[in-house]
């Protein structure tokens, strides 16, 4: 596709089950972010995979939160026992990954929004 | 690890006068500079971007933003205000000290009023 692709867009859950929410970067996009937005709230970096590096996993909040990146292309971010508290939207972002100072700029996907009641 | 810090977490101005976002960053290498903008239930798109060229560089909708190593800063200003310039901006920076991941400001809220 032409953009960075999520879904679900709207997710509803209950308190307990596992969520899984997918991102389809841009093709030929190496670098792909997981990014989450509370409500009136900044953007909280969860996971960075760049190329066949091992991805930064530095903001994951709790080990309930896991990603995976297949074949360097889709993402998938589970959550595990979800809690009330994860109940935002998820942003995908990717870029093309350029490891220099002319680093292009990330494009993002419209987010899966979570609730978990 | 490079980080910005966005000095102004509300800013309010009245429509057709000037809009200034300040941004400082830290980074040991050089860094690549961005701005994006959210609008209201809305997507981030990216306002504009400096990376090792000019460092005046303009962007969408009438804004600009000027990379001052000296200063550590990469300031966002807009001539004239427009209401539909009432979003959230975030200031970016990504350099090789984490290899290239984008950090991203706090972000600052503009309201415009009329």
């Known amino acids: 596709g032409a953009g960075v692709s999520q879904s679900p867009s709207n997710k509803v859950t209950e308190k307990g089950k596992d969520v899984e929410l997918r991102c389809d970067p841009i093709?030929?996009?190496?670098?792909l972010y997981w990014y989450r937005q509370s409500l009136g709230q900044g953007l909280e970096f969860l996971i960075y995979?760049?190329?066949?590096?091992?991805?930064?996993k530095s903001g994951l909040p709790s080990d309930r939160f896991s990603a995976e990146r297949t074949g360097g292309s889709v993402s998938t971010l589970t959550i595990q026992r979800t809690q009330q508290e994860d109940s935002a939207v998820y942003l995908c972002?990717?870029?093309?990954?350029?490891?220099?100072?002319?680093?292009?700029?990330?494009?993002f996907g419209q987010g899966t929004r979570l609730t978990v009641v | 690890a490079q980080s910005v810090t966005q000095l102004d977490s509300h800013v309010s101005v009245s429509e057709g006068t000037p809009v200034l976002l300040r941004c400082n960053y830290s980074?040991?290498?050089?860094?690549?500079l961005f701005w994006y903008v959210q609008h209201p239930n809305k997507g981030l798109q990216l306002l504009l971007k400096?990376?090792?060229?000019?460092?005046l560089v303009k962007g969408i909708n009438g804004f600009e933003a000027e990379f001052k190593k000296s200063e550590t800063s990469f300031h966002l200003t807009k001539p004239s205000a427009h209401m539909s310039d009432a979003a959230e901006y975030f200031c970016?920076?990504?350099?090789?000290?984490?290899?290239?991941?984008?950090?991203f400001g706090a972000g600052t809220t503009v309201t415009v009023r009329a």
């Open positions: 972002a990717s870029s093309l990954g350029l490891r220099s100072t002319d680093n292009t700029e990330a494009f």
């Open positions: 093709s030929g996009h190496t670098a």
């Open positions: 995979f760049q190329g066949n590096s091992a991805p930064d």
């Open positions: 980074s040991s290498y050089s860094p690549s």
């Open positions: 400096y990376t090792s060229a000019a460092t």
């Open positions: 970016v920076v990504s350099d090789r000290s984490n290899d290239y991941k984008l950090s």
